[in-house]
Each structure stands twice: as structure tokens, then as C-alpha cells.
């Protein structure tokens, strides 16, 4: 490609120069008057040029573009860091919180359990009060309910005889009047006390 | 005005007649843009490099877009190792960038349309090129001319085309920049010539031609300048990298 270029660029050349040549006789560029200043200061500003660029502007564009590039990876390094601490604080808030919510749930059921526990014993206490109560009851109506006919008896012994005194004035002996009462009573104590 | 299209390049002297023994080293309009283009280059470089801040400034992106643009275009033709030449093709794609850039102002001269010169550059890089390649291959470095995988009885004339393509390198990168830049720069006058003599009445045409011309002229002066630079990368990575 490069020769087949070549061949153009010297086809081309000699073209123009035909072309030109009976006009103006020859190019310029062909006459080699100024050839050698030509050489002399390309080679003086190229040289200085090159010096120039390759001392003085060149290491500091390069020391531009490379502070740049430190400056632009440390703050995406900075940037990183601190997505990396933030998640860690996001994690650790979210430990904090599941801790939380777990302590709270153990209180809960604690308490409940103790609140439990005490009704529990506070009911078996009351149960146990209530039944001693009961017994209590049932052993005094018993014996209330043993008592009752002798008392009865007794009731009915000297209420016979202030009656008996205040209808006929007679003072009677206690024992005959008992007598007629367990009497009395023995006949009719399935009707007064029909357990 | 016919203007011979031919006049624009023309070298004259500026100022006195300077001599060293039996040279004429004076200064010319064409030394004149040497200076002109090196010393832009310099200011807008250096001004480009002077403050470093990290949201760049036009001129610092300028500078820095140039730099990491044929930091890229060395390291991908001819790889890490002609990383020590990089300040050398930088200030040649500069160079002749600007020579060609400032040849499209009107009224100016294009150093790079003179074949002496755009020869003494090749000349240079060819130089150059084949003293690093004799340094860093000794004399292995003729392998070059020795392709492989070709048949023995074509080798003889291989090798001898080869030769002969490598030894036209300086003049095919002069020639090449040489021809573009005065080609293009005679039919821009020959097409203003047009322009002139054809009058209000037919002058449009060619003064479209004209303007785009420009646009081409433009596009072509800075092709030019990177196929220059690019070359001489593919030559250096030869002499850095045989692959023959």
C-alpha cells in the first residue's frame, strides 16, 4: 500500500510539474538556492522545539495527567471506604435493632411467664383458702346440724315447762318434761330432722 | 491577476544575506514559519501545562488531549518500548501539523510543501530508525529483509524488493507530505485564479470549489501530519520489535 502510494505521490509530482513547468519554469521547491538555510533552520527551531517539549512541557503534562489520575482513583478509594463504613454501620444498626427486638421479645415472654407463674401459685393459695373455708363451713354446719336436736330438745324442754307454768302454774319437774320431749322427738324426729 | 499558482511557493530572503563559508544560511519567509509554528506550539503547550487544575482548562485539555492522542497512536503501533521516542514523534506530529495548519492562513507559506524539507525529516527518521535498529538487534537486525515462510528460489528477490522498500521509506514519508501539501495548495490558487477571471458573472462555482476545497485542504493538513507521526512509528516498531 505504502509503495503503491509512493508511485502516486511521484506520478502526481511529475504531473504538476509538467503542468507547471512551461508557465513558470520549474517549481520552487526544485530550485536549491535556499536549500541549505532551509536545512539549517529546521533543524535549529525543530531542535529547540524537541528540547522544549521534551524537557520543560511534556514531563509536566504528564505530571498533570498523572496527579489527575492519582487524584480521581483516591477519591473513588475514599469513596469506597466510606461505602464499605456506612455498610458496616448499616449492619451493625441492623444488629443492633434484631438484638433489640430479641430482648425485648425474651422480656415479654419472662414477665409472662412470671406474671403466670405467680397467678398460678396466687390461684392455688386462694384455692386452697377457699377449700379450708368450705370445710371449715361443712365441719361447723355439721356440727351445728349434730347440735341441733339436743339444743332443740333443751328449747323445747323449757319452753314446755314456762308454758305449762304460765297456763297451770304448776312447777314440773324438768326430768318428766325431757322425757316426754326425747319422747316426743324420738317419734317424730324423722319428720323434724328427715336426713 | 494571473498569478502563477506557483509563486506561493517561492523562497525569499528576510532581512540580510547571512553566510557560513560557502552557504547561504539566511533567513526566509519559510524559516519564518519554522519559527511562527514552533513558538505557537510552545505558548499553547505551555500554557496548556502551566497551571494544573483538575477541571481542565480549554488550553489544558488542548495539551492533554494531544499528549494522551499520540500517547495512544506510539503505544498501539509500535507498543511500550518506543515509549522513550514519544517526546521526539510528539514534537514531529506538532511540527508538521502546525507547518500545514499555518499554510492554510492566505498570504502564508507552507514550510512542509517544500520537498527539502519534509525530506531532511525523513531523512532523519530513517537515520535514526536504522541506527536503533543496528543497536538493539546488532546485525540480526538484516533479518528484516529475510521475510518468513517464502519459498528459497523467490527469497533472492525478495530480499531484494525488500531492500529496495526499505530504502525508499524516506522518500516515500517525504514525497507523500511533500505532494499533498503542494497539490493541494496550488489547485486552492488555481481555483481562486478561476475565481478572479471568471468574474461576478462565473465565478460562483469555483469559488464553491473554493470553499470546500478549504474544508479538504484542512481535513488533508492534518491527515497528513498524523500519517507522518504514524509512519514513523510503524518504522520504529520495526526496529524496536522484529518480526520478520
Known amino acids: 500500500m505504502i509503495k503503491k502510494v509512493t508511485y502516486q505521490s511521484f506520478f502526481f509530482y511529475f504531473f504538476i510539474k509538467k503542468v507547471f513547468a512551461a508557465e513558470s519554469g520549474g517549481m520552487p521547491q526544485l530550485n536549491p538556492e535556499f536549500w541549505v538555510s532551509q536545512i539549517f533552520?529546521?533543524?535549529?527551531?525543530?531542535?529547540?522545539?524537541?528540547?522544549?517539549?521534551?524537557?520543560?512541557?511534556?514531563?509536566?503534562?504528564?505530571?498533570?495527567?498523572?496527579?489527575?489520575?492519582?487524584?480521581?482513583?483516591?477519591n473513588i478509594e475514599a469513596a469506597d471506604k466510606q461505602r464499605k463504613e456506612s455498610e458496616a454501620k448499616s449492619k451493625e444498626?441492623?444488629?443492633?435493632?434484631?438484638?433489640?427486638?430479641?430482648?425485648?421479645?425474651?422480656?415479654?415472654?419472662?414477665?409472662?411467664?412470671?406474671?403466670?407463674?405467680?397467678?398460678?401459685?396466687?390461684?392455688?393459695v386462694l384455692d386452697k383458702q377457699i377449700?379450708?373455708?368450705?370445710?371449715?363451713?361443712?365441719?361447723?354446719?355439721?356440727?351445728?346440724?349434730?347440735?341441733?336436736?339436743?339444743?332443740?330438745?333443751?328449747?323445747?324442754?323449757?319452753?314446755?315447762?314456762?308454758?305449762?307454768?304460765?297456763l297451770i302454774g304448776a312447777e314440773i319437774n324438768n326430768s318428766s318434761i325431757s322425757a316426754i320431749v326425747d319422747d316426743l322427738s324420738k317419734r317424730n324426729g324423722d319428720k323434724y330432722y328427715g336426713n | 491577476m494571473a498569478a502563477n499558482p506557483m509563486t506561493q511557493f517561492e523562497v525569499y530572503r528576510i532581512g540580510p544575506e547571512i553566510k557560513i563559508g560557502a552557504f547561504d544560511i539566511s533567513f526566509t519567509n519559510a524559516s519564518l514559519f519554522m519559527v511562527v509554528s514552533s513558538i505557537a506550539?510552545?505558548?499553547?503547550?505551555?500554557l496548556g501545562s502551566k497551571k494544573n487544575s483538575l477541571l481542565p482548562t480549554k488550553l489544558q485539555l488542548l495539551a492533554e488531549l494531544s499528549y494522551t492522542f499520540v500517547s495512544k497512536m506510539i503505544s498501539d503501533t509500535a507498543?511500550?518500548?518506543?515509549r522513550p521516542y514519544f517526546a521526539f514523534i510528539f514534537s514531529l506530529f506538532?511540527?508538521?501539523?502546525?507547518?500545514?495548519?499555518?499554510?492554510?492562513?492566505?498570504?502564508?507559506?507552507?514550510?512542509?510543501?517544500?520537498?527539502?524539507?519534509?525530506?531532511?525529516?525523513?531523512?532523519?527518521?530513517?537515520?535514526?530508525?536504522t541506527i536503533i535498529g543496528f543497536i538493539k538487534h546488532g546485525f540480526g537486525y538484516l533479518k528484516l529483509f529475510v521475510?518468513?515462510?517464502?519459498?528459497?528460489?523467490?527469497?533472492?528477490?525478495?530480499v531484494i524488493i525488500e531492500i529496495i522498500s526499505y530504502l525508499s521509506r524516506p522518500i516515500s514519508l517525504s514525497v507523500r507530505l511533500f505532494a499533498n501539501m503542494m497539490a493541494g495548495h496550488t489547485m486552492m490558487k488555481v481555483f481562486g485564479g478561476f475565481v478572479i477571471s471568471l468574474g461576478v458573472v462565473g465565478g460562483w462555482l469555483p469559488l464553491s470549489?473554493?470553499?470546500a476545497l478549504t474544508g479538504l485542504e484542512i481535513l488533508v493538513a492534518f491527515l497528513q501530519a498524523y500519517v507522518f507521526a504514524i509512519l514513523t512509528c510503524i518504522y520504529l516498531n520495526d526496529a524496536l520489535n522484529l518480526h520478520h
Open chain 2, 209 to 211: 470549489f473554493s470553499v
Open chain 2, 41 to 46: 506550539i510552545m505558548i499553547i503547550f505551555n
Open chain 2, 147 to 158: 521475510p518468513s515462510g517464502v519459498p528459497t528460489v523467490l527469497l533472492p528477490l525478495i
Open chain 1, 93 to 124: 444498626y441492623e444488629e443492633i435493632i434484631y438484638k433489640g427486638k430479641s430482648d425485648a421479645k425474651n422480656i415479654f415472654n419472662e414477665a409472662r411467664e412470671k406474671a403466670l407463674k405467680d397467678i398460678n401459685a396466687k390461684k392455688e
Open chain 2, 79 to 82: 507498543g511500550s518500548k518506543a
Open chain 1, 131 to 166: 377449700d379450708e373455708e368450705i370445710k371449715k363451713a361443712e365441719s361447723e354446719i355439721n356440727q351445728l346440724r349434730k347440735d341441733a336436736p339436743a339444743k332443740i330438745n333443751k328449747i323445747a324442754i323449757e319452753t314446755a315447762s314456762e308454758i305449762t307454768k304460765k
Open chain 1, 41 to 74: 533552520w529546521l533543524t535549529i527551531t525543530f531542535g529547540i522545539l524537541y528540547i522544549i517539549l521534551s524537557k520543560l512541557i511534556l514531563p509536566k503534562i504528564s505530571a498533570n495527567l498523572e496527579s489527575r489520575k492519582l487524584q480521581i482513583s483516591d
Open chain 2, 94 to 129: 506538532m511540527f508538521v501539523l502546525f507547518c500545514n495548519m499555518f499554510g492554510m492562513i492566505p498570504y502564508t507559506f507552507t514550510v512542509t510543501s517544500h520537498i527539502i524539507v519534509t525530506f531532511m525529516l525523513a531523512a532523519f527518521i530513517f537515520i535514526g530508525v
